[in-house]
């Protein structure tokens, strides 16, 4: 296990927040918001995503009904603490989280820089055929950012192509079911996002069935939104749309 691996668990009152990690990341990237709503009086549940924070080989053998069966685990723990459940998802773990309220009654639910469209920077459209993909990665740079919990820059060194297909099959999956889901919804996205297209959260915003939805564009923000430098106006966007109504 990656140090910052492991899920985390939080516990306040009896409405929860079940927090989703992104595609290749860790719980640890949700542990700066975690903390914020914790201190808010939530109790916070992050669960670690099947074939995430060990090795790129585990990653390799998961699809993405493995990553849904981890967040149905942590959905099915927190509702046994909790009343009232929200859930709060980071790039992948946005596309996880509406899939999630198509299936089970959310209060509110919150994207982070979902992607429904990847910038074509990321180089998707020279991705290899499926067949020619089972046991290929590819070198990732990695970034090392600074004032963040240290475990966020423990990620993976290689991506598995096989997971990318995964991930691009989950996509097309999210945009069939969008108008199933109706719980309220925030989405976030970055204004700088070079990972996932800014106009995905416009998709999102006109495809979903909900009929409380709102879009807030982070200014100056690319796609770590949960400990980017303007992670503060993230937080309290989060914070203030979970607590009204």
């Known amino acids: 296990m990656i140090e910052g691996g492991e899920p985390f668990l939080m516990k306040g009152g009896t409405s929860g927040v079940l927090l989703i990690h992104g595609f290749t990341g860790l719980p640890a ?17 992050a669960p670690r995503l099947a074939g995430h924070g060990t090795c790129e080989s585990d990653l390799m053998r998961t699809t993405k009904d493995d990553w849904f069966n981890s967040v ?31 299936e089970y009654k959310i ?47 423990n990620v993976y060194e290689k991506t598995p192509l096989i997971s990318v297909h995964e991930m691009v099959d989950l996509i097309n999956d999210v945009k069939k079911i969008l108008p199933k889901v109706n719980s309220p919804i925030l989405i976030m996205q ?11 959260a416009r998709f999102i915003m006109d495809n ?4 409380v ?20 106006f993230v937080f309290e966007a989060t914070l203030d749309f979970l607590r009204s109504g």
Request: glycine share 10%; aromatic share 6%; hydrophobic share 40%.
């Open 107 to 153: 209060s509110k639910i919150v994207t982070l820089a979902a992607p429904i469209f990847i910038d074509e920077g990321r180089g998707l459209r020279n991705l290899p055929p499926r067949e020619f993909c089972s046991d290929a990665c590819i070198y990732t740079e990695r970034k090392k950012l600074n004032d963040v919990p240290p475990a966020v820059n």
């Open 72 to 102: 149905l685990d942590g959905f099915y723990i927190l509702r046994g603490l909790c009343d009232k459940i929200y859930v709060v998802g980071h790039s992948m773990g946005g596309l996880l989280t509406l899939k999630l309220a198509t």
């Open 190 to 200: 970055g204004e700088e996002d070079h990972t996932v297209q800014p106009r995905s």
């Open 213 to 232: 939805k709102k879009i807030v564009t982070v200014p100056n923000a690319g796609h770590l939104l949960p400990f980017a430098e303007e992670r503060e």
């Open 208 to 211: 979903i069935g909900s009929n």
């Open 29 to 45: 990237g949700m542990l700066l918001l975690g903390e914020v709503l914790n201190r808010a009086g939530f109790s916070v549940l």
